[in-house]
T-cell receptor, first 111, second 113 residues
Framework: QKEVEQNSGPLSVPEGAIASLNCTYS??????FFWYRQYSGKSPELIMS????GDKEDGRFTAQLNKASQYVSLLIRDSQPSDSATYLC???????????FGTGTRLKVLA | DGGITQSPKYLFRKEGQNVTLSCEQN?????MYWYRQDPGQGLRLIYY???????QKGDIAEGYSVSREKKESFPLTVTSAQKNPTAFYLC????????????FGSGTQLSVL
């Protein structure tokens, strides 16, 4: 089992819809969770970080964390064509300086 | 402006040649990282350093070497022992405390001639 798993996609949603991206992880004691957006040929940029169970909202983005079920998700409301990118889930296992990345989910927002 | 600078943006390696990728940061971050990304893949950790003059192997360190002589600099050498070096290389840094977010440089695309 991979340490951090994501559906590679592509996930296609119409403009204005809600995009839902999911990530599961295997290390039960992981503390920190991050969502990065990466455009083709560019470096990742941080979208959201979440550390506690529940929801965290920032503008059109909401991160959801459920440590008991070992999953973290990212919701993008009112999706725009500019949101089309690959979204990487990253996990920081407890007690380490290592960040483990999933393979990413490619999102396509259709105009 | 504070940030991470990677150079060059594109690099070509001949067979048997060692090449060095530069990474410089002016964020005053303690921790620095090197990741490799292959097409359609996630990021895989090559090396990381928590403080000056100390570094640890990541998951795919074979064929690579690093140094951390200055806080601001963390160069990566891709040696001739790395038989499949073609990839997008990303340098990152963080404050140095666990659970802190990573800041990324713009990346270096390495290809084999």
């Amino acid at each position: 089992q991979k340490e951090v798993e994501q559906n590679s996609g592509p996930l296609s949603v119409p403009e204005g819809a809600i995009a839902s991206l999911n990530c599961t992880y295997s290390d039960r004691v992981s503390q920190s969770f991050f969502w990065y957006r990466q455009y083709s040929g560019k470096s990742p940029e941080l979208i959201m970080s979440i550390y506690s169970n529940g929801d965290k909202e920032d503008g059109r983005f909401t991160a959801q964390l459920n440590k008991a079920s070992q999953y973290v998700s990212l919701l993008i409301r009112d999706s725009q064509p500019s949101d089309s990118a690959t979204y990487l889930c990253a996990v920081n296992p407890s007690g380490t300086y290592k960040y483990i990345f999933g393979t990413g989910t490619r999102l396509k927002v259709l105009a | 402006d504070g940030g991470i600078t990677q150079s060059p943006k594109y690099l070509f390696r001949k067979e048997g040649q060692n090449v060095t990728l530069s990474c410089e940061q002016n964020l005053n971050h303690d921790a620095m990282y090197w990741y490799r990304q292959d097409p359609g893949q996630g990021l895989r950790l090559i090396y990381y350093s928590q403080i000056v003059n100390d570094f640890q192997k990541g998951d795919i360190a074979e064929g690579y070497s690093v140094s951390r002589e200055k806080k601001e600099s963390f160069p990566l050498t891709v040696t001739s022992a790395q038989k499949n070096p073609t990839a997008f290389y990303l340098c990152a840094s963080s404050i140095g405390q666990q659970s802190e977010k990573l800041f990324f440089g713009s990346g270096t695309q390495l290809s084999v001639l």
